[in-house]
């Protein structure tokens, strides 16, 4: 299907963040493989620039074209194969439908993202970290084979022994070398329950001295904390862990020897495994039913090593005022193991345990003031965490110069422009990173 009517163009325009708005000449709906060669094919012979849209759920352009086409991956969804260990899904799909089509057989993406609603072939551009990151890595680590269309229009099949450049450069690559078409993801036995403790800390310093002990000890299956914005105009430190089990669930005395929370506030409660995956659902109910879903998403995600966790976290938090967070706002920090994360372009500090840091903005304005001030806030903290060593997770709302990425990919810049020269030479594929420019 091909549009090119003002409705379709202004949605391809618009995403997660409405921060950034780029309008497209076409909007297509691929269902084929051949339907996204085609079209890259066509935009490179007309000159034009090129970018698959799975959800939209990027905060700053990163999936919209000026003047270019738009392929909206939507029509690209079907979850098919479901084995023991492994599914194959149309890069269109959503986690939620891959979900769907593999519980009931007990089987699930260990990686599978906290939010539900984004597609597969839009996180694995980014890497995708979910709640499990320090068992399995993220998305783009439990990947067994991809086909991709590359900027050149080729159909290819990658995987770690097949084209692996091709497949290196596209995992975590934002859309620089290959439009991801099919994605034959890891699956692993799904639990039937978890059980899900809230605890609770006077401060950053017991919390994170807890992180790192769960990190090392690894009781649960996942673990990630939050600092909130509390009534009286404090923060509350909380850490969300869960553990899988088939009947009973161990013991909370078991689960919580040995850690600092406060006992006397610990909440639990035992959920299915899927009611815990959508766990964020209640709280995007809660947003739209404040009017928040539909505001501007100015958000920043980095990473940032142990060693200077405690010292970045602190000092943001020291300068964040309310309206930097928003009421339903959070800086969510959790730890993991880096070395589970295999993928060569997802950009880590070099420390063992790492820390997922998040600036979850809600704003409670759409006034284009204060959303700038926030993109601004955002480089600024960005620049702090870079100069302790911290890296960015490519999903933030700001904006990166051909400079900024070079250093951000260090090492691994050569690679990724050379996997552009070989395979999207032209320049046509996801303008919206700036990666090699716009
Ligand atoms: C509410 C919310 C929750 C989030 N939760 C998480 C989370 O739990 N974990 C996490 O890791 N991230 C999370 N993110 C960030 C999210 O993973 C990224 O923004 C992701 O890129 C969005 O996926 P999408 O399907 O909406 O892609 P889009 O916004 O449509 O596209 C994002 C980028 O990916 C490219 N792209 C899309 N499809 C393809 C494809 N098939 N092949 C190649 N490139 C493609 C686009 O061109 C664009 O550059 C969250 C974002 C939001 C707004």
Known sequence: MIRNDEAARAEAADDFGHLVHRTPDVVLRPTSNQDVAAAIRRAAGQGRRFAAQGRRHSVFGRGQVDGGIVADMAGMRAVHDVGDDRVTVGAGATWREVLAATLPFGRFPPAVPDYL??????????????????????????VVELQVVTGNGQEVTCSPNRRADLFDAVRAGLGQVAVVTTATLTLVPAPRQVRRLLLFYPDLPTMLHDQRLLVADGRFDAVQGAVLPAPDGGWTF??????????????????LDGLSADRSLTQSSTSTHLEHLARLDALEQALRAHGMWDLPHPWLMTFVGDSAVESVVSAEL????????????????????????????????TDDVCHAVNLVRIPTTDATAEAARLVAANRAAYD?????GGTLYPVSALAMSPDDWRAHFGPVFAQLAAAKRRYDPGHVLTPGYEVFGT
């Open 318 to 349: 020291d300068r964040l005022t309310p309206a930097d967070l928003g009421q339903f706002g959070q800086v969510s920090l959790s730890a993991f193991r880096s070395r589970k994360i295999t993928s060569p372009l997802l950009r880590l500090p």
């Open 238 to 255: 909380r850490l969300d862990a869960v553990v899988g089990c088939a009947t009973s669930p161990p013991s909370d005395a078991a689960l």
């Open 117 to 142: 609603d984004l597609s597969v072939g839009g996180t694995l551009a980014v890497g995708g970290v979910g709640a499990r990151i320090s068992a399995f890595g993220a998305q783009t680590d439990n």
């Open 384 to 388: 702090r965490v870079r100069a302790a």
